[in-house]
């Protein structure tokens, strides 16, 4: 029995492809080895081959789980989450450069985590937290990137 796959699965499924697509496409324009030691395209095609990999996992859940009475209804888009998510992301790429990557970070999970009602603002507090002193210990200390953690 073929099950019809919902649509929802079929827009996130191709969402995730064209990204995936897109980054390893401009993965191949870096090279992948230097002298013996891994280039700057492996860690970014790999993680676009992830994002295809996640598209053929949302596209067999939709065929496993099949369509719900929600889905057949033709659910409309969610556009306060839509909203909230590309407004963290754009609160990150305005502050990141101008007051450091751990203000960004804060502003930018505090906005993006707005845009599921169930969680409160004590655990967006937290995972900002978290997630701004781990981003800084990987991406400031250990990496050594030129993203200082506080510009004044």
């Known amino acids: 029995m073929i099950r019809r796959i919902p649509a929802s699965n079929w827009w996130a499924a191709a969402m995730m492809g064209a990204v995936g697509a ?19 395209a492996v860690f970014p095609l790999g993680l676009s081959l992830l994002l295809v990999g996640t598209a053929l996992a949302i596209l067999v859940e939709g065929v496993v ?5 929600d889905d057949d209804a033709g659910i409309r888009p969610r556009w ?3 909203l909230c998510i590309c407004g963290g992301l754009l609160a990150f790429m305005l ?3 101008r ?3 751990v203000p960004a970070i804060l502003a930018a999970v505090m906005i993006a985590g707005r845009a599921d009602h169930e ?3 004590l655990t967006n507090l937290i995972t900002a937290i978290g997630l701004a002193a781990s981003c800084t210990f990987v991406f400031y200390w250990f ?9 004044w």
Not at 22 to 40: C, K, N, S, V
Not at 65 to 69: H, I, N
Not at 143 to 151: G, Q, T, V
Request: aromatic share 14%; net charge negative; proline share 13%.
């Open 119 to 121: 969680t409160t603002i």
């Open 80 to 82: 306060w989450s839509i």
């Open 95 to 97: 502050l990141v450069e």
């Open 143 to 151: 990496l050594r990137l030129p993203l200082p953690p506080f510009i």
């Open 22 to 40: 897109f980054g390893a496409w401009q993965a191949t324009h870096y090279p992948f080895e230097l002298d013996r030691i891994i280039g700057p």
């Open 65 to 69: 789980t099949g369509p719900t009475l």
């Open 99 to 101: 007051v450091g990557l």
